[in-house]
């Protein structure tokens, strides 16, 4: 929770290309129901990986704040004091980009399903016949590999290969972000997504817990929440192509996944998108 929790504050940073986080708070709620033991086991284990991720990042915590809560929360804020040219502002996409994405969809997917495996819950009364639990726990592992990286080196290629614009892919879905995205341009453009990078097995299940009057995590409408997802990308045809190969060679992942086309400021996806299976 600590790292995945510390990745998304610095996301905020990245996705406007600030690479420097100049001071970082932590804020921490601490669930009421957990025992004097529970919170001597679990509460430093929070705070290191808090404090582990934001020293990968080269970021000094320098304070916070913790209160007692009905439920377990933990998040903080980044802030970094920078030139103009150290910015990439949002607004600049144009007709002829290419849209990436520096991580896969499905985190939402991956922890409700965990999470019904373990309480033996009713909506996993139903997904259990369409899932194993080796691979719940294996796309569970995938999904917290996603949301511990820190989206650093997707900002770092944003100034190699000058992006346009870019947002990180949280709660509102990859929809709801590049509609935000799209409605903060210059151009009169639109963004068209034609490919969703999933994690394995999910989008067929997906669709099985549907017909089955299960669940509606709303995949392939691009609405399902993601939890410290990747940077959301627009920039030129050749710098696209250029990025997403050195992502890869430095071992991350990006897959360019649609065009900025002529429009009114709004973004949407293909009937019948490409799907990328994705593992780690």
Not at 4 to 13: E, F
Not at 17 to 35: H, P, Y
Not at 68 to 89: D, H, K, L, Q, R
Not at 201 to 218: H, M, T, V, Y
Request: glycine fraction near 10%.
């Amino acid at each position: 929770m600590g790292k995945v929790a510390c990745a998304n504050v610095l996301s905020d940073l990245y996705a406007m290309g600030v690479v420097q986080c100049d001071n970082m708070l932590l804020l921490l709620g601490i669930a009421k129901e957990l025992s004097n033991t529970q919170r001597k086991v679990v509460i430093p284990m929070i705070l290191e990986g808090f404090r582990d991720l934001a020293r990968e990042a080269g970021v000094a915590i320098n304070g916070g704040q913790t209160v007692v809560n009905p439920w377990m929360i933990i998040g903080g804020v980044a802030t970094s004091v920078c030139s103009a040219n150290e910015v990439i502002f949002p607004n600049q996409a144009v007709v002829g980009d290419k849209i990436l994405l520096t991580k896969p969809l499905g985190t939402q997917v991956a922890v409700n399903l965990h999470q019904w495996m373990q309480l033996g819950t009713p909506s996993w009364a139903i997904a259990k016949d369409l899932i194993s639990a080796d691979d719940v726990i294996a796309r569970y592992n995938d999904a917290t590999i996603s949301m511990t990286t820190l989206n650093l080196e997707a900002a770092k290629l944003m100034h190699k290969h000058n992006a346009h614009a870019a947002t990180d892919v949280t709660g509102f879905g990859i929809l709801g972000h590049s509609t935000n995205l799209a409605e903060f341009q210059k151009d009169d453009v639109d963004f068209s997504i034609h490919t969703l990078p999933i994690l394995a097995g999910f989008s067929d299940l997906c669709k099985q817990l549907i017909a089955l009057g299960g669940r509606n995590f709303k995949l392939h409408d691009g609405f399902s929440s993601e939890t410290s997802g990747g940077l959301l990308v627009c920039l030129g045809e050749e710098d696209a192509r250029r990025y997403v190969e050195e992502m890869r060679a430095g071992g991350g992942k990006a897959w360019i996944i649609g065009d900025v086309v002529p429009g009114t400021r709004t973004s949407r996806i293909a009937a019948n998108p490409e799907i990328i299976e994705v593992t780690y």
